[in-house]
């Protein structure tokens, strides 16, 4: 179920062409997001029907309030604040784009059963990358994405921009297998039919 809402969701949220935000030279840059503005879809929604999307601002665990992306030698580090993050939903996903000069990777991580799976896509494959993780930290309510800078050809700059995406499942003897998506795009107000936007250029430290 989670992999057929995933290859619903993404086609929306990863479009060809990215919206780029203005450049800003710094190492470490925080954007905020505001508060209160998921959105919830159905899982069997397809790319067209946006007039099925509706406002979820009770959904706290995807609802990104802030994002900080430093940008080291070693690493890409991003972390994502929400407003409330608990183990709520069947599946909670992180998507996620990374721009560099030379081109643009797609991050994603995955927490199903207590574990977080991550993976580094480039244009052709999904490349092996020694310490690509997630960590979802309850305490802070934050989750922490750590990209390895050598993974991704060690750019002098790279721009991010993620989605929090939370997928609920609920079993009907009669009909099946229900699903319900809520999600919240990082620097934006709500969710759009459209790319996911990118943050302002992050310069290595």
Do not use: K
């Not at 992306?69 to 407003?83: G, N």
């Not at 560099?100 to 991050?107: C, D, G």
């Not at 930290?137 to 700059?157: E, H, K, N, Y």
């Amino acid at each position: 179920m989670t992999r057929h809402l995933g290859r619903t969701l993404l086609p929306v949220l990863l479009s060809a062409t990215v919206l780029l935000a203005a450049p800003a030279h710094a190492e470490r840059v925080s954007v905020d997001d505001v508060a209160g503005d998921v959105v919830e879809i159905p899982g069997d929604a397809g790319p067209s029907d946006t007039e099925l999307v509706v406002p979820a601002p009770d959904e706290t665990t995807v609802d990104v309030v802030r994002t900080v992306v430093d940008h080291r030698r070693a690493a890409v580090r991003v972390t994502v604040s929400v407003r409330d993050l608990q183990r709520r939903y069947f599946s909670q996903q992180v998507v996620g784009l990374v721009r560099t000069p030379r081109t643009t990777w797609t991050v994603t991580a995955e927490r199903t059963n207590g574990q977080v799976v991550s993976q580094l896509y480039g244009r052709r494959s999904a490349p092996a990358c020694p310490g690509l993780r997630t960590t979802l930290d309850r305490s802070t309510d934050a989750i922490v994405l750590r990209v390895p800078t050598r993974c991704i050809g060690d750019p002098a700059w790279v721009q991010v921009g993620l989605a929090l995406v939370g997928i609920d499942v609920v079993h009907d003897p009669a009909t099946g297998d229900a699903g319900t998506v809520h999600v919240d795009e990082a620097g934006t107000d709500g969710y759009a039919d459209g790319p996911i936007v990118l943050g302002p250029r992050v310069h290595r430290g």
